[in-house]
């Protein structure tokens, strides 16, 4: 299924997490096996589940955030990388929607998910222009709900799988078929797949492949075997892609940048 494989990569760049914090390579598995299972499904669903995957927990400290002292790591994120870019969001949200994932925790025994009420601010708060007694599950609804959400998931898709970010109008009615179809990836993707822009002269055969694809479409084009794992990791890593240990929050730069 070499779609859903590649829409795993590109989600473990998007929601960049590392073994070098995490600490667990049995919670990264588990997180990429999400990306695998949501591959092309809906987006708040993702959201949700990705915001109590306890990898995801463990690398922007939300495990830690609590009524009195509100982590913002992950609220800010979701809001800059994950789902809106920055320019669509306030530093009031983010505090505000800090407050209202306090509460999600992490049980560390069973290596789960837990919600652990008295530790959850209940009070009333104000994101998006919008007041009420908002948890967790209600401030990644409004993100995936956003108008702005679906312009960035389009331009971020679509320099994924052409090489360039696309024209204004493009991303605009790309993010119509989004938002049309419930904010589903798969019909989002297949609206890209069929367009004339996605065929254009200009982007054919011009897309830098990253190591991981370069080492995929190598093996898949010379009909063999992949080499053995550890063989395999040390190719991506000495070009720059080094497999749940990505450079930063912000994953892999990509396209010009594998050049080196």
């Not at 463990?58 to 990388?81: C, G, M, T, W």
């Not at 040390?234 to 720059?240: D, H, K």
């Amino acid at each position: 299924r070499p779609l859903q494989e590649k829409m795993a990569l590109f989600w473990h760049g998007h929601f960049a997490t590392s073994v070098e914090k995490v600490r667990d390579a049995y919670l990264l598995w588990r997180q990429n096996e999400l990306f695998r299972r949501l591959a092309v499904g809906n987006w708040r669903k993702l959201l949700v589940e990705v915001g109590r995957d306890p990898a995801m927990m463990i690398y922007l400290d939300q495990a830690q955030s609590r009524k009195q002292h509100p982590n913002e790591n992950f609220a800010r994120e979701v809001l800059e990388l994950f789902a809106l870019g920055e320019g669509h969001y306030t530093e009031k949200d983010i505090a505000e929607g800090a407050r209202a994932l306090t509460g999600w925790s992490l049980d560390q025994t069973r290596q789960r998910f837990e919600f652990r009420p008295f530790f959850h601010d209940d009070g009333v708060k104000t994101i998006f222009g919008r007041t009420g007694n908002f948890d967790g599950e209600d401030f990644l609804a409004a993100v995936a709900d956003h108008p702005q959400t679906g312009r960035f998931m389009a331009a971020k898709l679509w320099n994924y799988f052409a090489g360039e970010t696309p024209a204004e109008p493009l991303a605009d009615a790309l993010a119509n078929v989004f938002h049309k179809n419930g904010r589903c990836f798969k019909p989002l993707l297949q609206a890209m797949f069929r367009s004339e822009e996605f065929y254009a002269p200009h982007l054919l055969r011009s897309q830098v492949k990253s190591p991981v694809q370069w080492l995929v479409g190598t093996v898949r084009m010379l009909e063999c075997e992949l080499p053995p794992a550890l063989m395999c990791w040390g190719l991506t890593r000495n070009l720059g892609q080094d497999l749940f240990a990505p450079p930063n929050v912000k994953g892999w730069d990509g396209g010009w940048s594998w050049i080196t």
